[in-house]
């Protein structure tokens, strides 16, 4: 298979209209904030618009045509959200975060509504 550009662990991944998503993460020395997407009919990862803030751990889902990243670590557990819209290639930072600071946890999509459950918050 195809290896990706940037190596990393502890990235969010998802799936979104036909790509797969490999979404921040550690690349063994630092928290990173590239994002790459796995393209089926090229069999090739490709870079694109960085996160706007590195984050390790997040949880990450598709909703409403977009790719929303949540929590994390940057060093410090984050509840911001960010979201990408791929036909504009542009992140935005939401104004509304999550309730608690959360990282390694999941997160699931339900009618509209987006869940994270579990993972730590220390």
Same mark, same amino acid.
């Given at each position: 298979?195809?290896? =990706?550009?940037?190596?990393?662990?502890?990235?969010?991944?998802?799936?979104?209209?036909? &790509?797969? /998503?490999?979404?921040?993460? *550690?690349?063994?020395?630092?928290?990173?904030? !590239?994002?790459?997407? /796995?393209?089926? &009919? =090229?069999? !090739?990862?490709?870079?694109?618009?960085?996160? @706007? #803030?590195?984050? !390790? !751990?997040?949880?990450?889902?598709?909703?409403?045509?977009?790719? +929303? $990243? =949540?929590?994390? #670590?940057?060093?410090? &557990?984050?509840?911001? $959200?960010? $979201? *990408?819209? @791929?036909?504009?290639?542009? +992140?935005?930072?939401?104004?509304?975060?999550?309730?608690?600071?959360?990282?390694?946890?999941?997160?699931?999509?339900? $009618?509209?509504?987006? *869940?994270?459950?579990?993972? #730590?918050?220390?």
């Amino acid at each position: 298979g195809a290896t =990706l550009k940037n190596p990393r662990r502890n990235c969010a991944s998802c799936e979104l209209d036909g &790509r797969v /998503y490999a979404i921040g993460g *550690f690349d063994g020395t630092k928290i990173i904030s !590239s994002v790459e997407a /796995y393209d089926n &009919r =090229l069999k !090739s990862w490709m870079l694109i618009e960085p996160l @706007p #803030t590195a984050r !390790s !751990s997040a949880m990450a889902c598709a909703q409403g045509g977009k790719l +929303w $990243v =949540l929590g994390g #670590t940057s060093g410090t &557990r984050l509840k911001t $959200v960010d $979201v *990408f819209d @791929p036909r504009a290639n542009r +992140w935005d930072q939401q104004k509304v975060e999550m309730l608690d600071t959360r990282s390694a946890g999941q997160v699931a999509t339900c $009618v509209n509504h987006i *869940f994270t459950l579990g993972g #730590t918050d220390n």
